[in-house]
């Protein structure tokens, strides 16, 4: 509690890999801020993650997916699975929304210490929340987690690789709007496992049903291919979440022989990922000058040069680095 | 039109500069397919660019982008512009509808040789299609389009950047599905510079407009700096069209002295994304062996390794890779 004890604890992977909340919070703003720390955490806890089982859960925005993740989280609390949940909230700034979203859905399961319920906010930075997002879910699944859901507007193309690449990704749409098929098309079809239309007591509930057999019988699933389920549910009162949940446990076992594949998509994804970005920021601490970056840029502006011999320059010196003095 | 002819034709980037439509379909083709050529063209083009306004317009899919970009160009082509659109058009592969999309929509506009839409479709491949979205911008332009649109749904990160670094944002939503604050909410708040409320005939229109209001009153905009107008608009009847472009007008009138650093954004986030891939790129050809990549993520996948410490140790061997014997 004190600054003093501190020093007496033990590190913070060892905490996280306890499942001290405290410390999964820590783990994942470090995380969050991108610090060298939040780098070594990961290093360090990779070794025990790989326990958890990964559910994507992705749709538009005002599909109701936080309201429906707060009922999975409920049905799998009582068939005993300890759950995290990583929610990519990319809230505006004028709203500050992803804080006060944080306390409201923890509220629900305040005094459950086997939920831990996070969101992360966008930034700036290239593809740095995409990255976020899967570190997070490994502290979550390090922390003794059984399930890791990760929650996410799906529709940007690292949005639907972060689903893609979970363990079950689950798909929602909402009816009544007479835009389902528009989501439909909007990238996210070829990517379910799960089809979940939620808000079913709406009008038109049926015909997206409707809409989303028509599309499937387009598709052969010959040779054991799973067919995704399309599961009708209404957050607000529960209905459908126990469906939904029987529904994953099928696919999951359907899929067991097969799993390691997905991880290992989830796998190369994350080294690309990271191998971009190191680089990047390699070329920016030791390849560039102090101020060279804004004069090249400004060239390019100026139609002096463009991106493609400005960066064949910037890789070709990145390269040569540390070759010998006669360079 | 014979193959033979085709040897004494001009290179593909003077047939762009020149504004011909099938080089410049073949030049978005090419950059799409992430060929040499594509980027020796970019490279080639370059110089002659920037002289297009770019004009980002984004949504919640479903918001009615196309049907609005359909009458901004009529409304455009009225005030004698001519119109370059790259749809970033995320369908999925079971319903073609990209293809099927751009033959509708090129049919409003066939007889008119100054526009050109086209529509890309994701790919699997890390960050590519933001690229290529901003690359055909880039054949558009060189192309001698006026106005260059580039419409993409708005959610994911990727597509925030690309329509963040246009020299205008248009954040288009829908009233009447209750989920408008959420679609609001969804990141793309801060990089509206006009908000249209699509479908304005609907019940809730005023709400929305209000919403918008409600947001933007919590924010000050003094010192001269641009505040976002709310046009409300029917794009299946063309009302608010004019209105829309009034705004366009205004903004960039009231933008031109500040529009350098609008475009100097975009360059640096050319150059990253290009230098990442690049990168990345070079390491799966130069850098590791046959093979390598898959025993590592098999490593990974297996815990035995982290994807710290494989990135760590390609990006030593990269950036030492031209080093003497006795490394």
């Given amino acids: 509690m004190t600054d003093s004890a501190t020093t007496t604890r033990p590190p913070l992977s060892e905490r996280v890999l306890q499942g001290d909340p405290r410390a999964i919070a820590r783990a994942i703003s470090l995380i969050e801020d991108e610090a060298a720390e939040g780098a070594e955490l990961v290093r360090r806890i990779f070794p025990r993650t790989g326990g958890a089982y990964l559910v994507g859960v992705t749709g538009a925005p005002g599909a109701g997916k936080s309201t429906l993740v707060d009922r999975l989280i409920t049905e799998l609390r009582a068939r005993g699975r300890s759950v995290g949940v990583v929610a990519v909230d990319p809230t505006s700034p004028f709203s500050g929304g992803a804080i006060l979203g944080d306390r409201v859905r923890m509220q629900a399961h ?48 690292d949005e639907i690789d972060i689903i893609r690449t979970a363990d079950i990704s689950i798909v929602t ?93 989830r796998a190369e994804w994350r080294v690309r990922e990271l191998l971009a970005d190191r680089f990047v920021q390699h070329v920016s601490d030791h390849v560039l000058a102090a101020g060279e970056f804004d004069r090249l840029l ?13 960066v064949d320059g910037i890789l070709r010196r990145s390269i040569q680095l540390h070759q010998g003095p006669d360079a």
Avoid: C
Avoid at 114 to 127: E, K, N, P, Q, Y
Avoid at 133 to 141: F, Q, R, S
Avoid at 198 to 225: I, P, Y
């Fill in 110 to 157: 305040f005094a459950d210490a086997d939920v831990f319920i996070r969101s992360m906010a966008t930034r700036g930075h290239l593809g740095g929340l995409a990255r976020a997002t899967g570190e997070a879910a490994l502290v979550l699944d390090a922390a003794g987690k059984d399930i890791v859901i990760i929650e996410t507007v799906g529709v940007g193309q």
């Fill in 173 to 265: 749409l909402v009816p009544g709007t007479g835009d389902e098929v528009q989501a439909l098309k909007a990238g996210i079809m070829e990517i379910a496992d799960i089809f979940v239309v939620n808000k079913a007591d709406r009008e038109g509930a049926d015909r997206t049903v409707a809409s989303v057999e028509a599309l499937l019988s387009l598709e052969t699933f010959a040779g054991g291919r799973w067919r995704p389920p399309i599961v009708k549910t209404e957050a607000t009162t529960g209905k459908g979440t126990k469906e939904l949940v029987d529904a994953l446990e099928r696919f999951r076992v359907h899929m067991a022989p097969v799993q390691g594949e997905r991880r290992r998509a």
């Fill in 298 to 310: 400004d060239r390019i502006a100026a139609r002096e040069t463009d991106p493609y011999t400005v």
